[in-house]
Structure formats: C-alpha cells, structure tokens
C-alpha cells in the first residue's frame, strides 16, 4: 500500500526536500495505523527538515510532530479501526516517521482519543504549538497565576505557540501583553486578545539591571535566551514564567536575585514526553472549559506548499497556525 509523504534526504549538496510515495511496509513497528487527514507546521519541523541533530539523527526522513486521522488498523485493545485521534510529541516525527506522511505507525500509547468537542482540524490548528501554550497556562495556574493577578506577558507573540497563548489567555480573562519583532502585526495581536504589544527591543530594555519595574504576574516564554531573563526580572513578586521555547537561544545570563528578593518561579515545560494521561487531561480541557476558536490562525498548507512554510517557520516568519491537509 503505498501514500504520499515529505522527504528529506541528506545530500553531498545538504538536506534536501521532495514529495515521494512511500510503501506502508516501510514504516516503523507499532500497533495503531493512521491515515492522517490534518498534520502541523512547528518550529520543530523546520529543525527536522534542515538536519539538525538534536531533533532528527537518521536521513532519509519524513518529519511531522502532530498527526490526527483515523485508525486504519489496531492491534491495541483501546482503539478500533475508525476511531478519530490525535498523535503528538514522544518520537514522532522525530526519528519515527511522521505527520507530513499520508499515514504513520505508531505505538497506542501515543495515541490520544479525539475528545468530544474537537474535530480532526481544530485538533491540529491547535497541534503540538496550542498543546504547549495550554501547558504553559496550566502550569502558571497550578504555580497560583489567576486572572486577578496582574498582566501576562507572551513573547514570540505572532508565532505558533505564542499566537494561541495570547488568544487562549485572553478568553480565560487575563489582561495580556504580547512581544513581537513584526512591528506590522499590532493589529492581530490586538484582536487575538492583547491590550498592550510590545517590541523586541522594549522588551530586552534594561538588560544590565538585576531587577525591573515589577509588571507581569505570569510569562509565556517561547523565546528563551536574555529576553526570558529580562521577563523573569520584571515578574511581580510571587509570579511565574512558563519557559517552552529556544528561537531566540537556548542560553541566558543570571542572577539569583528575582528568585530570593521577588519570590519568583521559573516553570519547566515540555510538551514531548509529557506522559499520554497529563496529554488527554489537557486536550479533553481544550475540547470544554478551554475550548478556543483559533479558525482565524490557521494557514493551510498542502505538501507542495510545506517546503515554503518550512522555510518561513526557520526565519520566524510564521503568523499563527500552518496546518498540512491532506
Ligand atoms: N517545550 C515544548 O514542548 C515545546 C513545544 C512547542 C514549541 N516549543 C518551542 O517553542 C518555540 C516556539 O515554537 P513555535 O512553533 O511557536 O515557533 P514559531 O511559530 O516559529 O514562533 C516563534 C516566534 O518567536 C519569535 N521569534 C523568532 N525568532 C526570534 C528571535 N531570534 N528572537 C526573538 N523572537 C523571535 C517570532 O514571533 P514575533 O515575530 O511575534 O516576535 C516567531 O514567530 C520554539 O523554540 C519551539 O521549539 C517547545
């Protein structure tokens, strides 16, 4: 049985991108076979796509970190052929082949059962980036944030994570301030939910200082490097920031002082390796209480436009949600 998928090989000339069909015998063991109807674009992917290491080791690949279709063949006593999922993190599209495939194979403890009030396309506007933003909310919630609190900053605001951060944040009644480098995309934050955007470098002012003006009770961080220091130093005391993201680099510089003067807590959040009951927790949340309508994000994408978007993703050039329809 043969389908369709992304493929990317490694070259005298670098990583190369095609569409190829692929043989279903050729996927990797697992007991849940899914014809995916709707993948993804994340950040992730763009690693994926361009060799980096971290992310994929073996070439020939087919990248894609979210999947959600229909159960063509099950093995597992928890799924029948027919049932609607979703498939996000642990190794898909990672070293196992993934959602930019017209089918994948994975283990059932993958695999997430599409909760009532979600359908195969919300499900993947929302995809791994809405998944993290929700845990990042979840987190600050659990770490005592509530709406009363004080603004949420959410930086790398128009991108994936960031974008449904904002509009999820601002539908549970928080007050939100967004950072963005695209001085051209007020406007959207503005009507995702924001009452304040900020710019790149406002944000990384006063870098030099041990402590700033106290302002924000929560952060979404998807941005990591200085800009996520200089957030935690302007956290109220007692708040928290959520740190998911690297776009801006992986490293910062540090002082213990917000953390023993201000109280406050930097959370820890991976959507990866989160086990699969704290993934349906979260996605039976975003099917009910925390159920967004994100359809104003979504950019679609086909898998001869993947290659483009994969490139814009790279460049921080993405707005909101690419989701691949098959
Ligand atoms: N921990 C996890 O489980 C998890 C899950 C999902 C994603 N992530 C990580 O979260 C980050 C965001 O992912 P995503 O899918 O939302 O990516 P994305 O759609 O590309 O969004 C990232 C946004 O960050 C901003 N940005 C880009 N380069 C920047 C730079 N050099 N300095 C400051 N801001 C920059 C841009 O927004 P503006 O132009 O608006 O500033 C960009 O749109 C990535 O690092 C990704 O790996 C982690």
């Given at each position: 049985m043969k389908f369709n998928a992304f493929w990317v090989e490694k070259t005298e000339n670098g990583f190369e991108r095609s569409i190829i069909e692929r043989e279903v015998d050729d996927l990797p063991e697992g007991d849940v076979l899914v014809d995916v109807a709707y993948s993804s674009l994340n950040y992730k992917d763009g690693l994926s796509a361009s060799g980096s290491p971290g992310v994929?080791?073996?070439?020939p690949h087919t990248p894609g970190i979210d999947a959600a279709g229909i159960v063509a063949?099950?093995?597992?006593?928890?799924f029948s052929q027919g049932d609607e999922v979703i498939v996000i993190g642990f190794d898909l599209g990672m070293n196992t082949s993934g959602g930019f495939g017209a089918k994948i194979r994975v283990p059932s403890d993958w695999v997430v059962k599409m909760p009532d009030g979600l359908d195969l396309r919300s499900s993947m506007i929302i995809g791994t980036a809405g998944f993290t933003a929700a845990e990042c909310i979840q987190k600050l919630e659990m770490a005592g944030l509530s709406k009363d609190a004080g603004p949420v900053l959410v930086t790398g605001a128009t991108g994936g994570v960031g974008s449904v951060a904002v509009k999820l944040l601002a539908q549970l009644g928080h007050e939100v301030h967004a950072v963005t480098?695209?001085?051209?995309k007020k406007d959207f934050l503005v009507a995702l939910g924001a009452s304040e955007v900020l710019s790149r470098d406002q944000i990384m002012e006063?870098?030099?200082?041990p402590l700033l003006k106290e302002t924000w009770a929560g952060v979404v961080d998807t941005v990591g490097g200085d800009m996520l220091f200089n957030a935690l130093k302007g956290l109220r005391y007692g708040g928290s920031l959520a740190a998911c993201g690297l776009?801006?680099?992986p490293s910062f510089s540090a002082t213990v002082l917000p953390f023993i003067l201000r109280h406050v807590n930097l959370l820890g959040v991976d959507s990866v390796q989160l086990p699969i009951g704290e993934k349906e927790i979260i996605w039976n949340r975003l099917a009910s209480d925390w159920k967004v309508d994100l359809s104003s994000l979504e950019e679609v994408l086909h898998l001869d436009s993947l290659s483009g978007a994969i490139d814009r993703i790279l460049k921080g050039e993405m707005v909101g949600r690419g989701v691949l329809h098959y």
């Open positions: 994929t080791r073996n070439y063949e099950s093995t597992s006593t928890k480098g695209k001085s051209d006063g870098l030099e200082k776009v801006g680099g």
